[in-house]
């Protein structure tokens, strides 16, 4: 029986799907598989046999990834789960920046009192008026799940869209409408759009990419979107454009003291993802991504270890071996196996930055000895008997 623990709340409609071969835990430490949303990881201690994490949803900030790779315990995330939800947030976003939406209701609300509240608002309407998005440049930066959908979705709207990510993978390639205008260099998006908005990972590369220099190459009354981390803009330099008139509205689903309640900043509260159907999403993908690793040894979706998928085995035995990416390791495990007369059917290697997962299936079971020697090679960090 394998055991599963969620640190939050999650989507039943993903839960029902565990076998019963899974049972819940409220112990996390007997868990083979924990489930989490936004509970903060860094400082809790991993339970010894712990597997993998199920991150229910796209954004990994709150797992110590490092810690978790250097104990064996693969991380996953749910990329495109919730891109749809995001994807619509975006578009509200960009239409309460055209348009003083927002003002607008909260002079209604503060007008409430008045008998002939229609024909003042005939006189200040003008107040909120604003503009069209058809026909204006919208800029997107990262063309993930996310902003793929972000911009096929632009495209339908009338917009002139730019799209840049120089990590363009084949299957958003595929998905990206044949009208939106790959840009080579960031810059140029910044120089040319009305609309941008940024859909790009939070690493040390891209932390606070919207400053006061890329401002400064704007648009006057550029329009930014900020769905994806509130740590990609330097949101004192945003406030300094607003300011000037540089930057017309700064739209975030991420508060905070720098920008709630300031002028010219639309704040949602973190909502991107919040749907009820996103929420179902990332938490069916969560548990298929736990179950095929537990049961399999497979990896999709990982963010701290390579994708290595053998599908279902079919041979007497699998092993799965989590391990340091360095050198000869491939040559040391056949040398083990071969030294014990165990024939390898199969075998897979991939690595992704220190650590590397190598899936072999053999034709004679997996012996207490054929792990344990594999298990006393330097740089070895798990061995799993999966069949």
């Given at each position: 029986?394998y ?5 939050n ?31 903060a990881?860094h ?34 995330n ?29 002079w ?7 008998e ?18 058809a ?7 990262g ?17 002139e ?51 006061a ?33 540089k ?94 007369g ?20 053999a ?8 792990v ?16």
């Open positions: 029986m055991k599963y623990h969620c640190l709340p999650i989507s039943n409609v993903g839960l029902v799907n565990f076998t019963n071969a899974y049972a819940k835990t409220e112990n996390v430490a007997e868990a083979d598989g924990i489930l989490v949303r936004s509970a990881m400082d809790m201690e991993l339970p010894k046999d712990l597997l993998c994490v199920a991150r229910a949803g796209a954004g990994v900030n709150n797992i110590p990834l490092d810690k978790c790779a250097e104990q064996g315990v693969v991380v996953f749910t990329p495109g789960a919730n891109a749809n939800a995001v994807k619509e947030l975006v578009l509200a976003g960009m239409l309460l920046a055209a348009r003083d939406i927002v003002g607008g209701i909260e209604v609300k503060g007008a409430a009192a008045d002939n509240i229609a024909k003042t608002a005939e006189k200040e309407k003008k107040n909120f008026a604003g503009g069209e998005i026909g204006k440049k919208l800029g997107v930066i063309l993930g799940a996310i902003g793929v959908k972000v911009a096929n979705a632009a495209l339908e709207l009338g917009m869209v730019y799209g840049y990510d120089p990590y363009l993978s084949v299957k958003a390639a595929w998905s990206l409408d044949s009208k939106v205008k790959n840009v080579a260099d960031v810059n140029d998006i910044y120089k040319a759009c009305d609309y941008i908005t940024i859909h790009v990972p939070a690493m040390d590369a891209t932390k606070g990419m919207i400053n220099d890329a401002i400064a190459q704007m648009k006057n009354g550029v329009v930014l979107l900020n769905f994806a981390r509130d740590l990609l803009c330097n949101e004192k330099d945003i406030l300094d454009g607003i300011g000037t008139g930057v017309a509205k700064y739209v975030t689903d991420f508060p905070n003291p720098t920008t709630a309640g300031k002028a010219g900043c639309i704040v949602i509260p973190h909502l991107g993802a919040s749907t009820e159907e996103a929420e179902d999403n990332c938490a069916k993908m969560a548990v298929a991504e736990m179950m095929d690793y537990i049961e399999n040894g497979n990896i999709v979706n990982s963010v701290n270890y390579p994708a290595v998928d053998m599908g279902v085995c079919s041979t007497a035995a699998r092993i799965t071996i989590c391990h340091k990416n360095t050198e000869n390791m491939l040559t040391k495990f056949t040398g083990a196996f071969g030294d014990k165990i024939n390898i059917s199969n075998i897979l290697s991939k690595s992704r930055g220190d650590y590397a997962y190598t899936m072999i299936d034709d004679q079971a997996a012996t207490d000895d054929i344990n020697t594999v298990k006393a090679i330097d740089g070895v960090i798990k061995v799993r008997v999966v069949k």
